[in-house]
Antibody, heavy 116, light 112 residues
Framework: EVQLVESGGGLVKPGGSLRLSCAAS????????VSWVRQFPGKGLEWVAR??????????DYTASVKDRFTISRDDSKNTVYLQMNSLKIEDTAVYYC???????WGQGTLVTVSS | DIVMTQTPLSLSVTPGQSASMSCKSS???????????LYWYLQKPGQPPQILIY???NRFSGVPDRFSGSGSGTDFTLNISRVEAEDVGVYYC?????????FGQGTKVDIK
């Protein structure tokens, strides 16, 4: 079964850092463009970042609110995409999901809580 | 950024009746390739979102045919005919025409 599984969430203080992982199983992510999407406690959804495949230049894009704080990267040898989150703010509290395409099944996500 | 506006924010439906919800975008979602990149998702209680409709009107595999999407340009509609209890949840639209991808705020559907 094609699946992306998120991990790495947790409780962190404002200003802290976390690294989320998105591990693929059942397929290789080599040609996949992978996005992170987050869902806030009030249930709104926000696209966070995207990384293209190596053959497409491994270009990265971010939503404005996380630019310069978050970094998306990939390690195709580990079949995994990462989201490094620095300078975390309370408003980054959300469940974070990763997706290969918009037709993919969503995983359970990983909860990031930023609180003092 | 393209702003996606969904109405109504909530909807209470009698089982067996139909339901309709709207999603309007601040810019046309028609891409130069001729496709319109508008998706509909349903998030059932306690679950992550699941895809219902892609490119305005294409039902995803396994989605019941009582769900249908329509529209063009900036105005889109999701219709549910013969609503069932399992259809409760929040429906979101999403545009992927341009970055940043943006979601509507959701329409919550419950059963009367």
């Amino acid at each position: 079964e094609v699946q992306l599984v998120e991990s790495g969430g947790g409780l962190v203080k404002p200003g802290g850092s976390l690294r989320l992982s998105c591990a693929a199983s059942g397929f290789t992510i080599t040609n996949a463009w992978v996005s992170w999407v987050r869902q806030f406690p009030g249930k709104g959804l926000e696209w966070v970042a995207r990384i293209k495949s190596k053959t497409s230049g491994e270009t990265t894009d971010y939503t404005a609110s996380v630019k310069d704080r978050f970094t998306i990267s990939r390690d195709d040898s580990k079949n995994t995409v990462y989201l490094q989150m620095n300078s975390l703010k309370i408003e980054d509290t959300a469940v974070y999901y990763c997706l290969g395409t918009w037709l993919d099944p969503w995983g359970q996500g990983t909860l990031v809580t930023v609180s003092s | 950024d393209i702003v996606m506006t969904q109405t109504p924010l909530s909807l209470s439906v009698t089982p067996g009746q139909s339901a309709s919800m709207s999603c309007k975008s601040s810019q046309s979602l028609l891409q130069s390739d001729g496709k319109t990149y508008l998706y509909w998702y349903l998030q059932k209680p306690g679950q992550p979102p699941q895809i219902l409709i892609y490119e305005v009107s294409n039902r995803f595999s396994g989605v019941p045919d009582r769900f249908s999407g329509s529209g063009s340009g900036t105005d889109f509609t999701l219709n549910i005919s013969r609503v069932e209890a399992e259809d409760v949840g929040v429906y979101y639209c999403l545009q992927t025409k341009q970055l940043p991808r943006t979601f509507g705020q959701g329409t919550k559907v419950d059963i009367k």
